[in-house]
């Protein structure tokens, strides 16, 4: 998707951090640059700025960030910007940050040192599932802790299906839906996440496959693909699994799996017409 851009050009801001204690004591100047990433034709077709991003109040909320705390390191006054900017600004899907220090203590001939960081927010669907002791409270809670974390936003809920063991080792039937989210985290922080609610529900991995309390598996972040030792994005085998499939079309259709480039639907109309040949032979 294409954005628009909202630009600030070397907003001087006076503030204390450093590594030396001089520096937090006497404070020097910063320049802040930073491009919005966002959508103005509502707000330019209509001439409303309530559609758009007020860069005057942008500016005023930097600038109050950046005095208002003292910071080592330029990447932790980076990093705590852009979110706390993406966080109070809804219209603001992405930010490109930098942040220059034109007086760094540096000995020798320079002009300025800088950190630039790009973050924004992502879409991404997470599986849920259950099929030990009180199934519906240990989703609730789950779907409540997920919609309560500062950085992430749940906007749908699938309906909750019922369906029958997948891959031989769990007993009980479980209960199985996906949620649609905008996070902040990066998808090994979105992980931890999880893993940590997970854990808050007694969820023991002992068997592959086998019966849980809560399970939470990432199907897709944005249009990632992503394969280490902890993570792998698209879920693996997720095109076979129509409890997976089912609740994902429900409330994201069209969305395209970012390997076979197939829409949600596609892909779980394609495994019901072979499930239907198995069925016949």
Same mark, same amino acid.
């Given at each position: 998707m294409e954005f628009d851009k909202i630009r600030i050009e070397n907003l001087e801001i006076y503030a204390y951090h450093g590594v030396f204690p001089d520096e937090n004591e006497k404070g020097q100047k910063f320049f802040l640059n930073a491009i919005l990433y966002t959508h103005t034709r509502k707000a330019g077709k209509s001439d409303d700025l309530t559609l758009s991003t007020n860069y005057g109040e942008v500016c005023e909320f930097m600038n109050t960030y950046v005095t208002g705390r003292v910071c080592k390191l330029l990447e932790t006054v980076a990093e705590g910007l852009a979110e706390a900017v993406l966080l109070k600004f809804p219209h603001v899907a992405k930010l490109l940050?930098? %942040?220059?220090?034109?007086?760094?203590?540096?000995?020798?001939?320079? #002009? +300025?040192? +800088?950190?630039?960081? #790009?973050?924004?927010?992502?879409?991404?669907? %997470?599986a849920f599932g259950s099929n030990m002791g009180n199934r519906d409270k240990y989703i609730e809670e789950a779907i409540r802790k997920i919609k309560e974390h500062a950085l992430c936003n749940a906007t749908q809920v699938s309906s909750i299906l019922r369906t029958e063991p997948y891959g031989g080792q769990a007993e009980g039937e479980f209960l199985n839906g996906v949620l649609e989210m905008k996070t902040l985290l990066p998808p090994e922080e979105l992980l931890e996440v999880l893993n940590q609610i997970e854990a808050e529900a007694g969820r023991e991995r002992t068997v592959h496959w086998g019966s849980r309390t809560l399970d939470l598996d990432i199907l897709l972040y944005d249009e990632e693909v992503i394969s280490t030792p902890k993570l792998t994005i698209p879920h693996i085998d997720m095109e076979n699994r129509d409890f997976v499939l089912e609740p994902l079309c429900e409330i994201a259709p069209f969305i395209r799996h970012p390997i076979t480039h197939k829409t949600i639907k596609q892909i779980l109309d394609e495994l019901k017409a072979t499930q239907e040949t198995y069925a016949i032979k």
């Amino acid at each position: 998707m294409e954005f628009d851009k909202i630009r600030i050009e070397n907003l001087e801001i006076y503030a204390y951090h450093g590594v030396f204690p001089d520096e937090n004591e006497k404070g020097q100047k910063f320049f802040l640059n930073a491009i919005l990433y966002t959508h103005t034709r509502k707000a330019g077709k209509s001439d409303d700025l309530t559609l758009s991003t007020n860069y005057g109040e942008v500016c005023e909320f930097m600038n109050t960030y950046v005095t208002g705390r003292v910071c080592k390191l330029l990447e932790t006054v980076a990093e705590g910007l852009a979110e706390a900017v993406l966080l109070k600004f809804p219209h603001v899907a992405k930010l490109l940050l930098e %942040i220059r220090k034109p007086d760094a203590p540096i000995a020798i001939p320079f #002009e +300025s040192v +800088s950190v630039q960081i #790009e973050r924004g927010w992502h879409t991404a669907y %997470i599986a849920f599932g259950s099929n030990m002791g009180n199934r519906d409270k240990y989703i609730e809670e789950a779907i409540r802790k997920i919609k309560e974390h500062a950085l992430c936003n749940a906007t749908q809920v699938s309906s909750i299906l019922r369906t029958e063991p997948y891959g031989g080792q769990a007993e009980g039937e479980f209960l199985n839906g996906v949620l649609e989210m905008k996070t902040l985290l990066p998808p090994e922080e979105l992980l931890e996440v999880l893993n940590q609610i997970e854990a808050e529900a007694g969820r023991e991995r002992t068997v592959h496959w086998g019966s849980r309390t809560l399970d939470l598996d990432i199907l897709l972040y944005d249009e990632e693909v992503i394969s280490t030792p902890k993570l792998t994005i698209p879920h693996i085998d997720m095109e076979n699994r129509d409890f997976v499939l089912e609740p994902l079309c429900e409330i994201a259709p069209f969305i395209r799996h970012p390997i076979t480039h197939k829409t949600i639907k596609q892909i779980l109309d394609e495994l019901k017409a072979t499930q239907e040949t198995y069925a016949i032979k």
